[in-house]
């Protein structure tokens, strides 16, 4: 430790062995307090020009380490780390003028037996799920987007306005499955596109200076986001669907129908999650969604019903096949009957 200097540790690389360096205080801080200022990343020049001053004694069995990620701004960085080494600088004060010692196996071997991370991973998901809420409730759930799914469940109510139980009419029922998953599916998916790259600097900083952990931010965002990506879908269906069933709805097809377009909706989600990460480019990004979206589109099972054998298995591919597929046999066995 050095005595009077700092409250905490400076780590040496973990493949030295017992070392001892002997530094003068106050030229060190003054030396490391003129590279900050200066916009260096490197402390290299300083510690050399130090010992051919003959302020650093003794160095052995060890070389000049890089540090990296030093903070242009405040004071003599308050944490600096170094690419692949056990070193750490922390709250280094420049008021003391005494001489201290550090030795670096003793030093980190006992940092080796604290965490990494100073809060723990409950907590992490925690606050993280409480801002991702935060932040993204006005985005889904802007006015502009309550009025696009009020207006739409309304046009779609009216168009298949208690549409018949009759096999002529089937195709219009099979119309309205096909309209309310591609529509929520594409609403989603570019919705949760612009997440990541949107997000990308903040998380870089975050993550730079070790606030949480990558699972943690990825499960807050799902956790967080969840009851925002699954509200509008809900209210869309409860007006939609009454309406075009008329006085036949049935609360249980209305409750398995909605479980099929909440779980096409997530899906949805997570490919544009996936697609903004891998993509932070926004327009490759967008022209990805655009292929995948009409892929899986014309491999639904409504707009294509004769598949050349060799092409089958790309519905497997789409997102819309399970959804649709499975609202056809949830309308059409546990509604009613069909005349």
Known sequence: DLKNTHEDTCRLSKGLEEVTVTIDIKNYNLALRKNHDSGHSSLCGEIESLASESSVTEITNGTCMELTNISSTGECPAIATANDTCMELTNIRSSSESTGTITAKNTCDELKQTSRWTTSFFTHVKVLTERNFLVTRPFLLSRLNWFQTVFLALIAGLLWFKVGRTEAELADIQGWMFFSTTYWMLFTLFAALYSFPSEREVIKKERASGSYRVSAYYLAKMIGELPLTVTL????????????????????????????????TIVAQSVGLLIGAVYMDLQVGVTVSAIFTLFTQLFGGYLAARISPWLTWAKYLSIIHYAFQNMNIIEFQYGSQVR
């Open 233 to 264: 879908p809900s209210i869309y269906l409860f007006i939609s669907y009454p309406m075009m069933m008329g006085s036949s709805t049935s609360i249980y097809v209305l409750l398995k129908h909605l479980s099929m377009l909440l779980l096409n």
